[in-house]
């Protein structure tokens, strides 16, 4: 079975310019994460989907970052227009639908999406 | 809200040594308590996890036991190999259904 698939695997772009990422999920699970990986930090919850539906999108910097998961399979994750500190890697993580799975419900992890803003 | 906290790295240490890495919570209600891996170059894999008070998860040889009244989750092992040099990520998921990880702590196994 795939894994959760991310790409570009690197992206290397120049301040205010814009970047998407994209993310195809495990077959199957409803649920769709973004997380922002600093250098040196844990992950952090930038949104979560249910479905189509952005559930948790509260640490999403609306002002200059969107996504999107229009047919509740892929999803994009966009910046524009993409400052230095968004310097980062990116990943994606899909897991069941937590009010369906029994016991701990666990997100799978894509490889991530390393951005590099000069 | 919900952390997590953990060890500050990074370790090193000989292979076959003891390793424990420390990682405490604080979260309302009963969260289920995981630890993740990153290997160099990989994305973050599961590497056990614990849903109630006193269950023992393990895998590779590595274990952790979910203690409620200490509030923490350490994760041990009693021979580390040169391939268990990773990053390793203490994580709780509570009721609001959002892993909440902490910073990380890098290990490297000397030969």
């Known amino acids: 079975e795939a894994g959760v698939v991310q790409s570009p695997r690197y992206k290397i772009i120049e301040k205010k310019q814009p970047v998407a990422f994209w993310c195809n999920p495990i077959?199957?699970?409803?649920?769709l994460y973004w997380y922002l990986q600093n250098l040196g930090q844990g992950p952090e919850l930038l949104i979560r989907y249910e479905n189509e539906e952005a559930v948790d999108d509260s640490q999403l910097p609306k002002d200059r970052f969107s996504a999107e998961r229009l047919k509740g399979v892929d999803s994009t994750l966009k910046i524009q227009p993409a400052e230095l500190g968004d310097s980062a890697v990116y990943l994606c993580?899909?897991?069941?639908?937590?009010?369906?799975?029994?016991?701990?419900?666990?997100?799978?992890f894509g490889a991530g999406s390393r951005l590099t803003v000069l | 809200g919900d952390s997590v906290t953990q060890m500050e790295g990074p370790v090193t240490l000989s292979e076959e040594a003891f390793l424990t890495i420390n990682c405490t919570y604080t979260?309302?209600?009963?969260?289920?308590l995981f630890w993740y891996v990153q290997y160099p170059g990989e994305g973050l894999q599961l590497l056990l996890k614990a849903t109630k008070a006193d269950d023992k998860g393990s895998n590779k040889g590595f274990e952790a036991t979910y203690r409620k009244e200490t509030t923490s989750f350490h994760l041990e092992k009693g021979s580390v190999q040169v391939s268990d040099s990773a990053v390793y990520f203490c994580a709780l998921k509570g009721g609001a259904q959002k892993l909440v990880f902490g910073q990380g702590t890098r290990l490297t196994i000397n030969p």
């Open positions: 979260a309302t209600g009963y969260p289920s």
């Open positions: 993580a899909s897991s069941l639908n937590p009010l369906k799975a029994s016991g701990a419900n666990v997100l799978t």
């Open positions: 077959s199957g699970h409803n649920t």
